[in-house]
């Protein structure tokens, strides 16, 4: 019964969306502010049907309900209740509901958020969002219905994937979809803006927000998976350079080119074309993404089956692509920047490279990704691009992109002199060009650890330097000072949030950094050991006990129980493990950690041989806490910058509700 409630809210929903695309045309075209009225409570009701639609598939998941085919093919009677509602977005149907849940909540969110701002461009924005909405709904009632019952109803579910089983991907999905979807309201109101006439700031400072929390949550998503891949996939990596990887990765690096590139806009009016190009084209890339990810037309360890949906969500890119460029053009002479710039030593320029080097980069991102498909499409031709091609054009655009965050906090948004910038720049650059002869004078250094160490500590100084100055009240005299450091402090903590947002978020990417350079100085190997057998590893000597058996919910474990010693003390004991599932026929591989922030011991139980040795492959992974530190840090940043309080928007009289 609540099975057929959830189908009849879908298909209820899906109407409500014809209306409201119908009625908001209308209203705005005749003037009717009744109609466009009716469409946003035609939002409203379909956000609770939708929650409606997703609260029975939760349901029929608890219950293990096998007469709906979706849980069929992802649940089990003996899976982990936990792992019953993570399961809900596991598959392509229910993450496509969970997109479509989130969509209608942001909606309703702006709804009730603008009712008194935005009257000229919402409604606008509103027919973008239900052209949205009404293509998820054909798809969730049509093509891939995640209520859909099965004849007859099999006795029992095939489980969740394997993989799937892990705490983070109760966070990571849900993640990546607060993302993706987010950056449909900053999209729909640019494109308002555009049908609307209306081409000033008004549509940036009112999404900027959205923009950030969009952004922050992609970040956290990517995070998320690698830290999956790093705990599930036994390679003692976290970026593979995997389709599904590189297709959050893309939105991302356009997504930040557009959160910098919207400042300049407000500071100085320019780079608007730019802005509507990255908005659009951050859109289109996560439309992109979910068509990589739920077609299944590329291998990967993160993506669903194939399915017949793939084709609609290439139609529908292309059909997006088509209309906004189409009406982006129509408006070209409204978005010509009066603001002329001069000088080339300011901040506009450094945050147009910016733009330039971002967008490089997701086209070398989607070249790599996309060329096998259209290689084996067209050519017949099976062709592979490996880790090396894009870590040799990504690293040195990364560079770029730090050296730009350091070096733009020494420049003017006008014009800044040659012996300013050199009188700015000249402690970072003694003490970046000091630590880099440091650095090779104590490890044995790579051109790409010298130049990787000389930016990190460049910008890294410049950004610390600036975030101090915001919060040290260094322009007061030293007899007024001692009178009023808490008042300073506490006034300089209040005042100016935006900028230390962003400084912090700089910082983050700094740490990140960090992070990624001990790739350069990892060490893996695999041995085999006997009982009581002891081999040495780096600093570690790795000593094998037994082998553990144990079973827990719907797994049977076999562990290998290992003493780890550091100078000939014991340190911790690591347990890694192979996992059989009942629903898998190979065994699962889960490892054992030892962290520490200067670096990771990182074990993986390769085979338990039947003499009763153990095969193990161990990697020491220098620095790697230093990217997950990193989120934490980015996280501090975004709060921040969300206290940050726009220009007030002022109204005039509007006739729109």
Not at 308 to 322: D, K, Q, S, W
Not at 365 to 385: C, H, M, N, Q, R
Not at 392 to 410: E, R
Request: net charge positive.
């Amino acid at each position: 019964m609540f099975i057929n409630i959830g189908y009849f809210a879908l298909l209820t929903s899906l109407g409500l969306m014809f209306y409201a695309s119908l009625a908001l045309t209308l209203g705005i075209k005749y003037d009717k502010n009744e109609l466009i009225l009716s469409a946003k409570l035609s939002f409203i009701a379909k956000f609770i049907l939708i929650a409606v639609a997703f609260a029975s598939l939760t349901y029929a998941f608890i219950v293990d309900d096998f007469s709906i085919q979706f849980v069929s093919l992802h649940s089990s009677s003996d899976l982990p209740l936990f792992y019953k509602i993570t399961a809900v977005w596991g598959g392509m149907e229910g993450s496509l509901l969970l997109w479509e849940l989130i969509l209608s909540f942001f909606i309703v969110c702006i709804i009730i958020n603008y009712h008194k701002i935005n009257r000229d461009i919402l409604p606008y924005s509103l027919i973008i969002l239900s052209l949205i909405s009404l293509f998820l709904l054909f798809l969730l009632v049509g093509w891939s219905n995640p209520l859909e019952r099965v004849f007859p109803v099999p006795p029992e579910g095939r489980g969740l994937n394997p993989l799937l089983q892990n705490p983070g991907m109760i966070y990571h999905p849900p993640s990546l979809y607060l993302g993706y979807v987010g950056f449909s309201i900053p999209f729909a109101f640019a494109i308002g803006s555009l049908l609307r006439g209306k081409l000033d700031n008004q549509w940036i400072l009112s999404t900027r927000r959205w923009t950030l929390f969009s952004w922050f949550f992609l970040t956290v998503g990517m995070m998320l998976g690698g830290e999956w891949a790093y705990l599930e996939l036994g390679w003692g990596g976290y970026w593979a350079w995997d389709p599904v990887e590189n297709a959050s990765l893309m939105p991302w690096l356009t997504g930040t080119a557009f959160l910098h590139s919207v400042i300049v806009q407000e500071k100085r009016n320019t780079l608007k074309i730019w802005n509507m190009l990255l908005i659009i084209t951050t859109f289109s890339l996560t439309i992109l993404g979910t068509f990589i990810t739920r077609s299944g037309v590329l291998n990967s360890v993160h993506s669903f089956a194939k399915s017949n949906i793939g084709p609609a969500f290439l139609v529908f890119i292309v059909i997006t692509l088509i209309f906004t460029l189409i009406v982006l053009k129509t408006r070209l002479p409204l978005l010509q920047s009066q603001a002329k710039s001069s000088d080339l030593m300011n901040k506009e320029n450094a945050f147009l490279i910016n733009n330039i080097v971002f967008t490089g980069m997701c086209f070398t991102v989607l070249y790599g990704t996309v060329f096998p498909l259209l290689a084996e499409g067209l050519a017949d031709k099976k062709i592979s691009i490996q880790a090396p091609f894009f870590n040799t054009i990504m690293l040195p655009m990364g560079l770029i992109t730090v050296f730009l965050m350091g070096i733009s906090h020494l420049l003017g948004w006008r014009k800044t002199s040659k012996n300013m910038l050199f009188h700015n720049s000249k402690i970072p650059l003694g003490v970046a060009i000091g630590l880099t002869v440091l650095v090779g004078i104590l490890l044995s250094v790579t051109w790409e650890v010298v130049l990787l160490s000389w930016v990190i500590v460049f910008s890294g100084w410049v950004i610390l330097s600036e975030l101090l100055k915001s919060y040290l009240p260094l322009k007061r005299k030293p007899a007024e000072l001692k009178l009023s450091i808490p008042k300073e402090i506490i006034s300089a903590f209040l005042k100016n949030n935006r900028k230390k947002g962003g400084l912090i978020i700089h910082l983050a990417i700094i740490i990140f950094a960090i992070g990624v350079s001990g790739n350069f100085y990892s060490q893996e190997t695999s041995f085999t050991l006997n009982l009581d057998e002891r081999k040495q590893f780096g600093d570690y000597a790795i000593q094998f006990e037994e082998v553990k058996v144990s079973r827990e919910h719907n797994t049977e474990r076999y562990g290998a129980v290992l003493k780890i010693f550091k100078q000939n003390q014991q340190i911790t004991t690591l347990v890694p493990v192979k996992a059989y599932y009942p629903t898998s026929p190979q065994p699962m591989t889960e490892v054992a950690i030892h962290r520490t922030i200067p670096e990771d011991l990182y074990i993986s139980l390769s085979s338990i041989n039947n003499n009763g040795s153990v095969t193990l492959s161990l990697f020491i992974n220098p620095l790697i806490n230093f990217i997950w530190i990193s989120v934490v840090v980015i996280f501090i940043g975004v709060i921040f910058s969300f206290i940050y309080t726009p220009i007030q928007i002022k109204n005039k009289k509007e006739k729109f509700i």
